[in-house]
């Protein structure tokens, strides 16, 4: 979540806001200390500190807290306290922010905006699943460069940590991916899809290398790319067919469910 930004659009809406911070955790909890909600005078909120009756009493506090003016700090055992079998302690912080604070806020939100959200994702292809698979994306610790040589493939709004790049030259994007980045590929050119695959694969310096297709999509890349010169070791990090084995159904959302988790997976391995 872009915390500043939420908050900043929190308070144009609505004349104030809360965030609602965890600065400490014990034991067993629901999320880690740094996690984050902003919470609207209205009730509605952004983000999350956990759910379950600990995310309950936080919103409540900060509702009480925006009308009173008055941030507070809290601390709760959740056994004891709420009755929930984590068996940890939380500390949480409320703030309260207003009008007077939003160009301070609005510097803060360009700040983080620039910041990477995430682990580093490269997407090419805005068609059907591209798109399905960059929403999926959206609310997850990504940070995604969505590519595509067609001009009018990319969709009017595009989720916020996605960074959209019309390229005559794909494969040429790579040179710019950070080591360790996550590469997908489902262009609407198996030609195209060759030629990033092959720069994908010639750069061995990414940490998952995807493409979209079936073993008979694979069996045909496999073959051309070796008569290319790629070595075996390389031609053995592609992942194709990409998604969680299992998962029936090739509808795009579908898909795209199963390659983000995919992806949560592949980053968890890298540590």
Same mark, same amino acid.
């Given at each position: 979540m872009q915390t500043y930004l939420r908050l900043?659009?929190?308070? &144009?809406?609505?004349g104030a806001a809360a965030l609602v911070r965890l600065v400490d955790t014990r034991g067993s909890s629901p999320r880690e200390a /740094?996690?984050?909600? +902003? +919470?609207?005078?209205?009730?509605?909120?952004h983000g999350t500190i956990g759910g379950g009756a600990m995310e309950w009493q936080a919103l409540a506090e900060a509702r009480e807290a925006?009308?009173?003016?008055?941030?507070k700090r809290s601390v709760v055992a959740l056994g004891p306290d709420l009755a929930?079998?984590?068996?940890?302690? +939380?500390?949480?912080? #409320?703030? #309260?922010?207003?009008?007077?604070?939003?160009?301070e806020l609005r510097e803060r939100a360009q700040a983080e905006a620039a910041e990477p959200q995430g682990r580093a994702v490269y997407l090419f292809g805005a068609g059907h699943v591209g798109r399905a698979l960059a929403l999926a994306l959206g609310p997850l610790p990504f940070d995604l460069s969505w590519i595509d040589s067609? &001009? /009018?493939?990319?969709?009017?709004?595009?989720?916020?940590?996605?960074?959209? #790049?019309?390229?005559?030259d794909p494969p040429a994007e790579l040179t710019a991916a950070p080591d360790g980045a996550l590469i997908l #590929?489902?262009?609407?050119?198996?030609?195209l899809d060759l030629a990033i695959t092959v720069e994908a694969l010639r750069q061995d310096r990414f940490g998952f290398v995807g493409l979209i297709g079936s073993e008979t999509k694979r069996a045909r890349f496999v073959s051309q790319m070796r008569a290319a010169g790629l070595t075996e070791a390389k031609l053995a990090k592609l992942t194709c067919p990409i998604g969680i084995v299992g998962i029936p159904g090739k509808e795009p959302a579908v898909i795209a469910a199963g +390659?983000?988790?995919?992806?949560?997976?592949?980053?968890a391995k890298a540590g």
């Open positions: 900043t659009q929190s308070i &144009e809406a609505e /740094g996690a984050a909600m +902003v +919470v609207r005078p209205s009730g509605g909120f925006l009308a009173k003016g008055e941030g929930q079998c984590c068996g940890g302690r +939380v500390e949480w912080r #409320i703030e #309260i922010f207003g009008r007077d604070d939003l160009p067609r &001009e /009018g493939a990319f969709p009017e709004r595009a989720p916020a940590n996605a960074r959209l #790049i019309l390229s005559a #590929i489902m262009t609407h050119s198996h030609p +390659v983000a988790a995919q992806l949560l997976q592949a980053t």
